[in-house]
C-alpha cells in the first residue's frame, strides 16, 4: 500500500467585501446626520406653521408634527442600522485577516512536512510499505489540516450568524417606513408614507398607479406583468394609487387583463391580487366609474372571450377572498355576476367554459359561484338587492347546479331581501314570478328553472319573503274578492311552490300574523261586513299552500311523463327499428307477423311502450274546512267566531277558484293486445298500400 501526503483543504474567505460595507456605512452615517439637522430644525419655531392662522394653521402644524415624529424614528433607525453596518464590516475584516492567517499557516505545515519527508531514509520503501516515519508525517499533517478546517468553518458560520443579524436588524429599521425587507420594499415605503404624509404622497402614488397601467402593457412576456404586478402590490390599496391605475388603463384595459387572466398559459396571482385590491380601492370618479360599472361580459357573443373574461373576473375575487386584500366592491361583483348570469340565461350554458390557466385555483372554475359566494360574505344587502331584481338572473340562478347545494345563493336572496324600500321587494316578488311562471303544467324541457335548485333555497326564500311580507300580503288579497290582476297568480304560484318547505311556510305565516299585529286570542278583528284581512290572509295562504301541493304532484307527474317518452323514443330507434325494418322485409309472412308481435310485446314488458307509473300525491291537503276550523281557534273568544270562520272558508275558497286546480297528466294504459291488433293491421295496411300502388302504376302507364 502507497502512503502520501494530503492535499490541501481549501479555505475561501467568507462573502462580502468590508470596504463596499464601509462606504454604505459612510452613507447612511451621512443620511443620520442630516436628519438629526432636520429633526432639530423641527423643533424649533417652524413646528408651530409660523404665519398661518385658523384650520390651515392647524392642519399644518399636525402636518409637521407627523413629519416630526416619521424623522425622529426613521433617525433613530437609521442609527441602529449604522452600528449593524459597522460592525459587521469589522467582523467581517476580521474573519478575512482570519483566514489569511489560516492560509499561511498550512503553507508552513506543507512545507514542513515536504521537509521532513525528503529526510525519510530509503523513502521509496517507506512510502511504498507504509514506513514509520513516512506514516508519522502523514498523520501529522492531517491533523493539522482537520483542526484548520475546524477553526475555518467556526470563522464562516460566525460571519454568516452576524450578517443574518445585521439582516433582522436592517429589516426591523425598514419597518418604519413600511418596509419588509423584500424586493419591492420601494412601493411599500412610498405607500406607507403616502398614508402618513398624504398631501405630499398623494401625487406620488397617482404618479406610480398610471406608469404601471402602462408598464403591464409594455411587458414582453407573463412572467415580467406577474413581477411589475408584484411590486405594486403594496401600493394597489391606496386610493390615490388604484384611481390613477383604473383611469389609465380604462375599460378597454381591465377587460384585455381579465382575458389575460382567464385565458389558458400561467397563473397570474399577483396580477390577479393587484387588480382586485385597486378595484376595491379606487375612489369614485367619472373614468373609475366607468371602468367599474362595464360590460365586459357580452350577453350575446358567442365565440369571442368572454368565458375567459369571467374566469379572470373570478380569480380576481379569488385572490381578494383568499388573500386578505378584499378584492372588488360588493356593487362591482354584483354587476359582474349580473353579466355572467344573463349570459348563461340567453346562451344556455355555464360560463367560464374553456382552457383554465395552469396552477389555477380550482375553486374559481365556477365564476358565477364566485361572485355569489363573495356577495354571501359581505351580506351587503343593497348589492344583492341589485342582482336579483332582475327576472333573468333569477331564472338563471335558479336553472342552474351550484357547488355548494345553493347555500351562498340563498344567503344572497336573504340579503337581498333586507334591502329597505322597493329594491328589497323588487328581489323579492322577481323570484316569486320566476318560479310561478317557470313550473307550470306542462314538459319539463319547457321549465326555465331547475326544482332541485328551488328546493335548495326555498327556505332561504321563504325567509325573504317573511322580510318583506307585504308583497305576499299584497298577493293574497286574492282572498277578499278573487280576482287576479297584473302577474299576481305567477306570485302565488310561486309562493306555494316555495311553501313546500316546511320551514318556509312556517316563517311566510308567521310574517303575515306579525304584520296583521295579532296574537292569538285577540278580539281586535273586525265584525260581520267586509272581509277582514286578518281572517283574509291566512286563509288565503293555506289556499296557496293547497295549490302548491297539487302543483308539485301535477309536476311529478309530467316528469313521470317525460321519463316514460325518452324511453319509448330510445326504444323505438334502437329495438323498434331494426325489428321494424325486418318485418317489413319479409312481411306478409309468419316471420315478419312474429317479429311484429314480439317487438310490441316487449315494449310493454320492459316499461317502454310510453306508459308511467302516475306518481302518488304524498303532498299535505288542505281545505276550506281547514281554514274555517283555524280561524275558530284563532279566534275562539269572540262571540260571532262562526262568521269569522266563514269569512276565512270563503276566502280560500275564492283563492282556490281563482288559482284553479293543477292537474297531473294521465298515462295510457299498456294493453297487451295492442301488439296483436298491430301485427294485423299492419298487414292490412301494408296490403291495402300495395294494391293502390300498382293501381297508380296502371294510371300513369296509360297516360303515358
Known sequence: MTTALPARIPLDMPPGDPAAIDDVVRSVAGAAHVLAVLAGDLEGPAATAPGWIGDDAAAAAAQIGRVRHLVREVGGAV????????????RLRDARRQVRDLRAEQDDDHAVAWGRWSELEVIRAQVQYDGAGAVAVVEDLRASEESRRRRHEALLADVEDDASATARALVDACAVVGGTGRPGDDTRALA????????????QLAASGAALATALFEATTPAGMEEAARQATASAGAPPFATAFLEALGAEGVRALLSRLGSGGEWLPFLATMLGTALGAAAGSGEVDDVLGAVYVHTDERYGDSDAVAVGMAAVVVAGRTGGSGGPRPATVAGWARQMLSREHVQGTDVGLGDLPKGFPPEASDPVGQMVGLLADRHDSAASAALLGDGAVWEAALARGWNDGGAALGQVIVSAALQAGEAGADAVRSGLDVIGSSLFEGSPRDWDVSRRTVAQVAADIGRAVAS????????????????????????????????????AAAAIGAALQRSLGVVPGSSTVAGDGAPHPVVV????????????????????????KQRAENVELLWNWTVGLPTTVGGELVRRSPVGAALSFAEGSAAILFGADGTWDEPVDRGLRFSSADAAEEARVRWELRRDVESVARQAEEAFERTGAALGIPAAPVSPKANWLDPVVDTVTGEVVSGGLRTAGRGVNDVVQLLR
Open 192 to 203: 406607507h408614507l403616502a398614508a402618513l404624509l398624504p398631501f405630499w404622497g398623494d401625487p
Open 79 to 90: 442609527l441602529v442600522a449604522t452600528g449593524h453596518l459597522s460592525a459587521h464590516a469589522d
Open 468 to 503: 318583506q311580507v307585504h308583497v305576499a300580503a299584497g298577493a293574497l288579497s286574492v282572498g277578499v274578492d278573487g280576482r287576479l290582476v297584473d302577474r299576481q297568480e305567477e306570485v302565488l304560484r310561486g309562493i306555494g311552490y316555495v311553501s313546500l318547505d316546511a320551514s
Open 537 to 560: 290572509l291566512p286563509a288565503a295562504f293555506l289556499a296557496v299552500r293547497e295549490y302548491g301541493h297539487r302543483l308539485n304532484h301535477a309536476l311529478d307527474g309530467f316528469e313521470a
